[in-house]
């Protein structure tokens, strides 16, 4: 089979990413794995990219990661952000973006289009809270979620954040689901766009029992593992999952998910159990009934926020001027 071991790898990981999103990837995996291949127009359709930035050797295993269609140059990228700064008032945005992984090349994490790192976006985050041309951040969210590692150091990152002077509200834009709610929930304010949707609390994993098409194939697979890991491959596809196996699974996941909802909770400023019996239980909630459960703290769009923020850093310059205004026109009546 091809990929197998990137599909173990995706099967065997839990994953903090709204179902849907979650599916299409497994999905896309096994047609690849069974020697599919997309053209340049389907990959444009599902990607929504044009046409023209569609690489015509795209198609099977690099499809999964579209952002790798047209790189950016990372000198221009960075350059390009801090004019924007300047345009904005001293507003950066720092994106979290498409399917979260752990790790992503340079390229890739910047593209918007592939997807973003945890660890990329926790170094984008510092960066802009340490840039003496940086007065406040917003973080942009339009992600489904992703794979759970990494996601814990990016989220105690946006949550040190709302202890120094810089303001610091997340986005959803319009989507903030499972992971990447898990980390926009520590931001200072957390707001969505009226069409957006938050939520999707929760993790889970899967496991492939491929054992019935090996045997009607005529396949078959013997393991052979060491006798110091009597578990080393007790998830592995070709054989079914056995009660030890899918109580380890559970237990994993369980553990990733209360880490889950105590970060919400810290982040929110509730209880843990108010997370799990008010903030959907695992499903996508639209703007309105996110705003009456806690879950976000106003309903405004991406540009409003920007505008709101870049307006208050200016208030205090323009109070100043104001002031030393009227302190002249006071010493000119004298």
């Known amino acids: ?21 979650g599916r299409a990837i497994i999905e896309f995996l096994s047609f690849a794995a069974a020697g599919g291949r997309r053209t340049p127009g389907e990959i444009a359709e599902i990607t ?3 046409l023209s930035a569609i690489d015509a050797n795209l198609g099977t295993i690099t499809a999964l990661s579209p952002g790798a269609a047209r ?17 904005r008032g001293g507003v950066a945005i720092v994106g979290l973006k498409g399917v ?24 984008r985050l510092e960066g802009a809270l340490n840039d003496p041309r940086v007065g406040g951040v917003i973080v942009d969210v339009d992600s489904p979620g ?18 120094g002077d810089k303001p610091v509200v997340a986005v959803a834009s319009p989507f903030a689901a499972s992971a990447a709610y898990w980390i926009a929930a520590s931001a200072a304010e957390l707001v ?14 899967w496991h ?15 393991l052979v593992t060491s006798d110091v890991s009597p578990h080393k491959a007790e998830t592995h596809p070709a054989f079914a999952l056995s009660d030890e196996a899918r109580g380890d699974l559970q237990e994993g996941v369980n553990r990733y998910g209360r880490s889950f909802a105590e970060a919400v909770a810290r982040g929110r400023g509730v209880a843990v159990d108010d997370v799990v019996a008010r903030f959907g239980g695992g499903r996508m909630l639209g703007a309105e009934e996110a705003l009456k459960r806690g879950m976000v703290d106003r309903i405004a769009t991406l540009d409003d926020e920007i505008r709101r923020m870049s307006a208050a850093l200016t208030k205090p310059a323009k109070a100043k001027r104001g002031a030393m205004a009227s302190a002249r026109r006071r010493a000119a009546l004298w």
Request: glycine letters at 12%; charged letters at 25%; hydrophobic letters at 40%.
């Open 192 to 205: 969505v766009t009226p069409s957006g949707e938050v939520g999707s609390i929760g993790v889970y994993t």
């Open 208 to 222: 492939e029992d491929l054992s019935q098409a090996l045997e009607t194939a005529g396949v078959k697979i013997s």
């Open 48 to 50: 929504g990219r044009p």
């Open 100 to 123: 979260i992984s752990p790790r992503l090349s340079d390229e890739m994490d910047l593209s918007g289009g592939g997807g973003t790192s945890a660890e990329g976006f926790a170094k």
């Open 1 to 21: 089979m091809r990929y197998a071991r990137i599909l173990a790898a995706v099967a065997g990981t839990p994953w903090a990413i709204e179902p849907v999103k």
């Open 146 to 163: 992703g794979n759970v590692l990494g996601i814990k150091e990016a989220t105690d990152a946006l949550y040190r954040a709302r202890s």
């Open 71 to 87: 790189r950016e140059n990372r000198e221009d990228a960075v350059a390009a952000e801090q004019r924007a700064i300047e345009d």
